[in-house]
């Protein structure tokens, strides 16, 4: 019920149908503003954890090499080596000991008892692809690289599916990459060096 007093006008409690219209779009507005937000936020998230996970993982390899100490998973034998298998275009990846049994092939061997543990990238990340010390595409034997550690002094050598080297894998490039395209690149040096970018 509205009053005239004095050329205004007086309501009772209450909102008009036009108000709550106006309120309700501008809060589906900002929601959906913040929901478009959040997914590309989420990649970006999932891009940093998959990159800064696998630099750990290199770090812990580093360490098993230098520690020369047996490795449980492979019944506490002190491997000459140990590294990580990485496949273009997969989301998991894999920590390995180079077994004295094959003794520094320089590659993973599945059937030698190697297997230290399988890890994965965070949210459908992959290794989407591998650059040499120039910037230019590597393309490994098999699609696999392997980075690994010697001991007793933790050398870095970085190696194909067949356990070959090549001098212009001094530096690579590990590019990851999202399921929406976005990447980011993780930087190994065959002087023990590893950086995110």
Not at 9 to 27: H, K
Not at 105 to 129: M, P, T
Not at 135 to 162: C, K, M, Q, W, Y
Request: a neutral charge; one cysteine or more.
């Amino acid at each position: 019920m509205s009053f005239f007093i004095l050329g205004k006008c007086r309501r009772s409690g209450g909102y008009t149908a036009i108000e709550l219209i106006v309120v309700t779009s501008i809060i589906i507005i900002i929601s959906t503003i913040v929901l478009l937000g959040f997914g590309v936020l989420n990649d970006s998230v999932a891009l940093n954890r998959s990159s800064r996970d696998l630099a750990v993982v290199l770090r812990r390899a580093q360490n098993m090499a230098l520690a020369v100490t047996g490795v449980s998973a492979i019944g506490n034998e002190v491997p000459p080596a140990v590294g990580i298998q990485l496949t273009q275009g997969a989301s998991t990846y894999l920590l390995f000991a180079d077994r004295a049994g094959s003794f520094r092939d320089y590659k993973y061997g599945a059937s030698d008892g190697e297997f230290i543990q399988s890890l994965r990238f965070d949210r459908n990340v992959i290794a989407y692809q591998f650059l040499d010390v120039d910037g230019d595409p590597i393309s490994p034997a098999e699609g696999v690289l392997h980075i690994i550690f010697s001991a007793p002094e933790a050398d870095l050598r970085i190696t194909d599916g067949n356990g070959n080297g090549d001098p212009e894998w001094a530096k690579v490039d590990i590019i990851f990459r999202s399921p929406s395209g976005k990447t980011k690149i993780l930087t190994v040096r065959e002087s023990g060096q590893i950086s995110v970018k």
